[in-house]
């Protein structure tokens, strides 16, 4: 039996690079070398928190996996196996794989709504991942990566399907105003997607001047909070992308009336909303979380390919798989500097 290299989530605080039987694939999955695989706030709530997702007292109702699990679901590699069904790119195809997975058989996943199925199960989650050599996935819904996209930046597709999701949940916003609190790697996508989509005007609100230069950079307007009240209830959009208690009322605070709020951040805690806002303005509140390989990631992989999404300046840190602990304590650490950590599995 050969075995290969992955980075395990255990425990809470325990997530240890070790030896691992190589994955065997159903007939309908091929196998991937995996070139890299980005760390996200997902990962780091899993190491610092968890089990959050990660099922542990009792093995996935559908899937049977259960902890220890392999981590990692911003995945890019090449296909070394290609599916026994023969569906799917071939050995040596560069490809960006799907995660998200649902039972095929509920009323959501009929509707192709696999991201809300009940027995929902995520490649890095609830089962094994990207952060290792090789992982397994299902072959018919990997997106081969164009010629002209580096790995790295095919990396960032994962992260840039949930900005382009999140705007979908808003309709088009070709014309509109678009305000994302937050400034992380999720929120300079959302941004710069808006304006790839053709939003008319964008603004990134963040307390931390150096993200607000960089979405400068990128042509949006950059507010710190404090900074904001002339801007309350114009805008006809509002991502929130931060996760921080106070982002999400900050978000409907400067939605026009009769707008949309998306929610993308996840806090443990409770927020308090102004109702009268939100009721008397009639203003949308929806939240937005899994992602599409066809609907939201075949379309983040365009705007990659074609440059009208810049994604390279976002890579702040790279690290090898047998340092993984490090690229989590980078993003535990909330330096301002660090935005997409990713982690070279090769």
């Known amino acids: 039996m050969r075995f290969v290299k992955a980075a395990r989530w255990h425990a809470r605080g325990d ?14 999955e091929l196998i991937l070398r995996v070139e890299w695989c980005g760390i996200c706030g997902t990962d780091l709530e899993e190491y610092r928190e968890g089990p959050i997702t990660i099922p542990v007292d009792r093995p996935h109702p559908r899937r049977g996996s259960r902890a220890p699990v392999t981590l990692g ?44 199925c009940v027995e929902l199960a995520v490649r890095g989650q609830t089962e094994d991942g990207g ?17 002209g996209v580096t790995a790295a930046e095919a990396a960032l597709v994962e992260p840039a399907s949930v900005a382009v999701r999140a705007l ?75 996760g921080a208690a106070s982002a999400l009322p900050l978000a409907v605070r400067l939605t026009r009336r009769g707008g949309i709020t998306v929610a ?54 790279r690290v090898p798989l047998d340092n993984v602990l490090d690229a989590i304590e980078l993003l535990d650490n909330r330096d301002p500097t660090v935005l997409k950590v990713l982690v070279d599995c090769a």
Request: charged fraction near 20%; hydrophobic fraction near 50%; glycine fraction near 10%.
């Open 15 to 28: 997530v240890r690079v070790e030896e691992v039987p190589d994955p065997v694939p159903a007939p309908d």
């Open 73 to 116: 679901h911003e995945v890019v590699g090449r296909v070394a196996v290609a599916a026994a069904d023969g569906s799917g790119p071939p050995i040596g195809a560069l490809v960006v794989p799907d995660v998200v997975i649902g039972c095929g058989e509920c009323w959501w996943c009929l509707r192709h709504q696999e991201g809300l």
């Open 131 to 147: 952060l290792a050599t090789f992982m397994a996935a299902r072959a018919r819904t990997c997106l081969v990566v164009p010629e």
């Open 168 to 242: 979908a949940k808003a309709g088009s916003v070709a014309g509109a105003s678009v305000a994302v609190v937050g400034g992380g790697t999720i929120g300079q996508l959302v941004a710069r997607v808006a304006a790839a989509v053709g939003a008319a005007h964008v603004i990134v609100v963040d307390p931390v001047a150096e993200r607000l230069a960089l979405a400068r950079r990128h042509g949006a307007a950059a507010l710190r909070p404090d900074e904001v009240d002339g801007v309350y209830r114009t805008v006809d959009v509002a991502v929130e992308a931060s």
């Open 264 to 317: 993308l951040g996840i806090a443990p805690e409770p927020v308090a909303l102004d109702r009268i806002d939100l009721v008397l303005g009639e203003k949308h509140l929806v939240g937005s979380a899994a992602h599409l390989w066809d609907d939201d990631s075949s379309v983040a992989l365009d705007l990659i390919a074609s440059g009208r999404v810049q994604v390279a300046d976002l890579v702040s840190h």
